[in-house]
């Protein structure tokens, strides 16, 4: 069960990674996308921290909520419907349980219902699966998240801005899965996962 402390210190560090990893992301996305994945979500976590210091939230269904709540009307590009759907989902799932791998059940759900992704698609989505998996058998490491992200390399796009490339999209890395590494890198960090 996930406690309010490490919700708010996991969110705290993510928004930290992604600030720090703005240019890397925006890169990755410039290689594949229309190069503002990093630009994006750098303003989104600016926007969170702001969210965070102005309101308080009592407990991990408004945190979740908030989260998702502000990426949505603050991230532009396709990653803050995203991300902003898998938290509002995950805020949804929360109110019956905060068990993590519920949690981010429930968000894998609400990204792959607003993006229409599968596995295997060169998408967030080929980061979320797995790591999914992982926690429900309680066996995620940092090695895995990071092995699923390089996954993606060898994939050929067929969703999103990066579908366009073709073959052309093979080769490099996908943004949404680096980002959601950070997430999931934080999450573990935070100590959510051990909870």
Known sequence: MVSLESMKK???????????????????????????HGNNLARGAAALNEAFASKEPEDVT?????????????????????YGSAFISM????????DLAALLEAGLDGIQ????????EKT???????????????????DLIEDS???????KATKGRASYLG????GHIDPGAMSSSYLFKTMME??????
């Not at 949505?72 to 419907?81: C, E, H, I, N, T």
């Not at 805020?91 to 905060?98: E, H």
């Not at 219902?113 to 295997?120: C, D, M, N, S, V």
Request: proline share 2%.
């Open 10 to 36: 996991w969110m705290s560090l993510f928004t930290a990674q992604l600030l720090e990893n703005k240019d890397y992301l925006s890169e990755l996305d410039t290689a594949i996308g229309d190069g503002d």
């Open 62 to 82: 408004a945190l979740l909520k908030l989260t998702g709540m502000t990426l949505v009307s603050k991230v532009g590009g396709a990653s803050g419907p995203l």
């Open 91 to 98: 805020a949804k799932a929360s109110q019956d349980s905060t």
């Open 113 to 120: 219902k607003r993006g229409k992704a599968e596995a295997g």
């Open 124 to 142: 967030m989505v080929d980061e979320w699966v797995p790591v999914v998996e992982a926690v429900k058998a309680k066996n995620l490491t940092t």
């Open 149 to 155: 992200v390089q996954k993606t390399k060898d994939m």
């Open 167 to 170: 073959e052309r999209s093979v």
């Open 190 to 195: 935070a100590g959510v996962y051990n909870e």
